[in-house]
């Protein structure tokens, strides 16, 4: 029978408590000054409060957002103060404001949204200091509180690098070059069998975890084959090259419905160019890198891909086996390489590139069976559509997970090189609609294993 790995994290004594306020300080510092980073350091006003694409909120929006939502679960909920801005709730609300309408609300300026922020941080950090992180409350207790509202500015930023994406302009993220891939590392498409038997999927105990993510239960998983790495663009630009994108043998009805009404035939941000494929990439144009993973593309273009290999998209179980099962003690592990938080050769993670990086850079962070770049690069697209575990409860509000159950939206895996290390694991859920590029998604491909 597997079993899941003891998790970690929860404080037990005073010291233990006292590591994990400096921890949450030093983490919420983080977030902010990536937030910033992203926003009043790096684009002037009229940029920051319009709107670069319909997809997206402005940036001033998502800027003070992050502030209202540390607002109301930190000040409020966990501290139990009185609110300092009752009147922008409504303007900060994701479910009452489509994103296309954000920018004509009255939002707060830039300078307002920073003076917002620091009152609300201000606030945090003197309850903080007298945390005690009562096991015996739910929000509280691990930490868990903290952890959501960490992680929910992570998101965030991940979710403005998108805006920056669709913004037209000159560059002004930093870029940084190519981590070495290692000599000798393996960056064909080969592919390594799981074998067939049950594990332990999801989470019970850590409290960084959401939701969705809960309960851990078992669940058997038949025998099949995975890809070693995700799809890399000089794959994906073989099944465009053979003409994937005009042949309706390889979509899904839906698929090919979106097809012919974008009338897209290769990944967003792409254009031919003088024989060649070149991108567009945070204001900067250049050749398609053949090796990196391919992103930019949607649930339909990953599956019709996966079709035309003679392959499919992993379900999401399948992928989570594959990337925390040890065969060799029946334990599920928080990450493929073990229990130990990312390190930078592990994955590629955090914004540290401004792109997926090359197949085979982080044998390091391989799974017992040998799997790689699982976690960070690119969102893996599954073929699950996203609802909740057996024994699944709302906590703490039904907006974060359940509302978005019933089979609209499908399964997304192990991060991006966008995505905080804080804010990804081996059972994090991702989720979105099947036509969503604009996001950094990318897939790998599965297959069922022949029956002996």
């Known amino acids: 029978m597997s079993r899941a790995h003891p998790q970690r994290g929860t404080p037990t004594d005073a010291a233990g408590a006292e590591r994990l306020r400096r921890r949450i300080a030093d983490e919420l510092d983080h977030g902010r000054r990536r937030s910033h980073g992203l926003t009043v350091e790096a684009l002037d006003e009229a940029e920051l409060v319009g709107q670069h694409s319909p997809l997206m909120s402005p940036l001033v929006w998502d800027l003070a ?24 709730d409504i303007l900060y609300d994701a479910f009452e404001n489509p994103r296309a309408d954000r920018v004509a609300l009255p939002l707060l300026s830039p300078e307002e949204a920073q003076d917002y922020n620091a009152r609300v941080r201000a606030r945090v950090l003197d309850a903080l200091d007298r945390e005690t992180f009562d096991p015996g ?16 500015e992570h998101q965030h930023d991940e979710t403005m690098l998108a805006t920056h994406q669709l913004r037209r302009g000159d560059p002004v993220l930093a870029d940084r070059p190519y981590p070495a891939v290692p000599a000798g590392a393996d960056a064909g498409g080969g592919e390594v069998l799981i074998e067939a038997g ?33 799809v890399t663009n000089a794959a994906h630009q073989a099944f465009m090259a053979d003409g994937g ?10 698929g090919w419905q979106w097809r012919t009404r974008t009338g897209k035939r290769a990944p967003a941000f792409w254009r031919r160019e003088g024989g060649g494929w070149w991108r567009r990439r945070f204001g900067r144009v250049e050749p398609v890198p053949p090796d990196e993973p391919v992103q930019h593309v949607c649930f339909h273009e990953a599956e019709a891909h996966a079709r035309w290999a003679g392959r499919r998209l992993p379900t999401e179980a399948e992928w989570e086996k594959a990337a925390r099962h040890d065969p060799a003690t029946g334990t599920s592990r928080r990450f493929p390489w073990g229990d130990g ?42 073929s699950s559509g996203f ?10 509000y039904r907006e974060y997970s359940e509302v978005f159950f019933g ?31 604009q996001i950094f998604t990318g897939f790998r491909l599965a297959r069922d294993a022949e029956a002996a």
């Open 245 to 254: 994108y005009d042949d309706p043998r390889w979509w899904s009805d839906a």
């Open 65 to 88: 957002h992050v502030g209202n939502y540390e607002e109301q679960w930190l000040v409020r909920a966990a501290a139990g103060q009185d609110a300092l801005r009752p009147d922008i």
């Open 137 to 152: 409350n739910p929000l509280s207790g691990g930490g868990f509180v903290y952890h959501m509202v960490i992680q929910h």
């Open 407 to 437: 089979g609209d939206y499908r399964v997304l895996r192990g991060g991006s090189w966008a995505t905080h290390p804080t804010a990804v694991r081996g059972t994090f859920r991702n989720w979105d609609l099947p036509i969503r590029r």
């Open 198 to 230: 049950p594990f332990t999927m999801g989470s019970t105990g850590d409290p960084w975890a959401y939701d969705n993510e809960r309960p851990a239960h078992t669940v058997h998983v038949d025998a099949f084959h995975i890809g070693v790495h995700p």
């Open 387 to 396: 609802t909740g575990y057996p024994g699944f409860q709302a906590f703490p």
């Open 341 to 382: 938080e990312p390190a930078p050769h592990h994955a590629n993670l955090g914004q540290h590139l401004l792109r997926p990086a090359p197949a085979g850079a982080y044998p390091a962070g391989a799974s017992p069976s040998g799997v790689q770049q699982l976690i960070g690069d690119v969102w893996e697209w599954t």
